[in-house]
């Protein structure tokens, strides 16, 4: 079983506002994801890192910021939420390139 | 353009029957490949991957096929569940670069 997570799982807010999803693992993996999903659609990489201080964008234009200042913590931040950022957020890692991928529960956000 | 394709955004099967997922690619360099299923409101789960060395890996009721001359992978389920019922996506990597998803395939097992 994965020791990944994630908080908020569900986050409503109002245009304008800056929010910061959390991601943690337990597993000492050094690679990290984040990616966003919206009903019926594949999963599109947002951010990446594969170790501390080391963080890339990804496929999808985006909005949000991370930082990897410890190995465990990923956490994405949006300064100014809009409608059009309406969707789900999963975070993910990996100890390496070939091993399992493993995902966290994923944070729901609405906003208004 | 997208370099992971599942064709079949849906697909219905009897309990007991054998549910088969299919995944097409483009991308020749691509060399690891999994199967995640997802519920909704939840993160994907792992259910099993495959080199690009094999043709096949099988992990209980779970085998997954590649074809790498037709740049084909498929996911056999048997017997299918009602617990099968879910969203299940394909990936694939090439190198040391990020997964990439295809759109998945909603699977319902029908009791």
């Known amino acids: 079983e994965a020791d990944i997570y994630q908080t908020p799982r569900y986050l409503v807010i109002g245009t304008g506002k800056k929010i910061t999803l959390e991601c943690s693992q337990t597993m000492g993996h050094d690679k990290m994801y984040w990616y966003q999903q919206d009903p019926g659609m594949e999963l599109h990489l947002i951010h990446y890192s594969y170790g501390v201080n080391s963080t890339e964008k990804g496929d999808l234009s985006s909005e949000s910021t991370v930082s990897r200042i410890r190995t465990e913590h990923f956490p994405l931040t949006l300064e100014s939420a809009r409608p059009s950022h309406t969707s789900q957020y999963l975070c993910a890692s990996r100890i390496d390139l070939k091993e399992t991928q493993y995902f966290g529960p994923g944070t729901r956000l609405l906003v208004l | 353009d997208q370099q992971v394709k599942q064709n079949s955004p849906s697909l219905s099967v009897q309990e007991g029957r054998i549910s088969i997922l299919n995944c097409d690619y483009t991308n020749s360099m691509f060399d690891y490949f999994l199967w995640y299923k997802k519920y909704p409101a939840e993160g994907p789960t792992f259910l099993i991957s495959?080199?690009?060395?094999?043709d096949k890996n099988e992990d209980g009721r779970f085998t997954v096929f590649l074809n790498k001359s037709a740049k084909h992978l498929s996911l056999h389920i048997v017997p299918s569940q009602p617990g099968d019922s879910a969203v299940y996506f394909c990936?694939?990597?090439?190198?040391?670069?990020?997964?990439?998803f295809g759109k998945g395939t909603r699977l319902s097992v029908i009791a």
């Open positions: 495959i080199s690009s060395i094999k």
């Open positions: 990936a694939a990597s090439e190198g040391n670069t990020p997964l990439v």
